[in-house]
């Protein structure tokens, strides 16, 4: 097995109003974007609620080749995650969450990377703005990039 590494694939599923009647199946409509993601929507109007979930495929421990049990994988989670971008800081962006209500939270497993975050369905289009712009536009803010090191130490 060779060292190089491929690009990650981001796959997005978005889980509209998931709160699930009764465990009835819930029909999954699926779309692939002209940018390789892949969109998934599961919708329940049983709660006025919306779950994202953004998939990045192909990372995690079983990518790390060399770098295997360093734990750079959940460390690069860390530091995208709720960080600064771009657009905005940290501060304002834990302080937009706040104001909708919002959870998030990412994990990192030995072969992908999530980032999730639920609330109501009437704040859908800032929590997919936010979300999207972790994605798209991290800053690697050097005092946040120290700060996750130590976290993940």
Known sequence: MGSR?????AVAILL???AAAGGAELPVTTKVLPNGCTLAVVENHQAPVVAIRIYVTRTGSLY???H???GISHYCEQVVHGGSTTSRTEAET?????SIGASTNAYTSRDVTCYYGETHVASFDLMLELMADWMQNCRLDAREVLRERQVVK
């Open 94 to 98: 834990a302080r937009l969450l706040q």
């Open 68 to 70: 295997l049990g360093s």
């Open 5 to 9: 590494l491929r690009r990650p694939t």
């Open 16 to 18: 509209i109003l998931c």
């Open 64 to 66: 790390e080749g060399g």
